[in-house]
């Protein structure tokens, strides 16, 4: 191996290289925002998971927010880390 390979190599396992969180930090978030929507339920005197005839306002805003925080998981899942 010559000294310019030799360098190479070396400089390439010495600088951090970015990765993609994935699956792990995906799973961790959801696990989060679904936490925060049965908090949300919760505290609007309902039960999560269980199905209504007609939602009130109240479970449609829990759900709107449960969405929002679910479509920044798919950020989380996509971001490099170091």
Do not use: D, E, H
């Not at 993609?20 to 049965?38: D, K, M, R, S, W």
């Not at 999560?48 to 109240?58: D, E, I, K, T």
């Amino acid at each position: 191996m010559n000294f310019k390979s030799l360098a190479l190599l070396l400089t390439a396992a010495a600088v951090p290289q970015a990765v993609v969180a994935g699956p792990l930090a995906y799973g961790i978030c959801q696990t989060g925002c679904n936490g925060l929507a049965v908090a949300c339920y919760a505290g609007a005197g309902f039960t999560f998971g269980v199905a209504l005839p007609a939602a009130p306002p109240v479970l449609i805003a829990c759900n709107v927010a449960l969405g929002g925080c679910m479509a920044g998981c798919a950020a989380v899942a996509l971001a490099p880390t170091l």
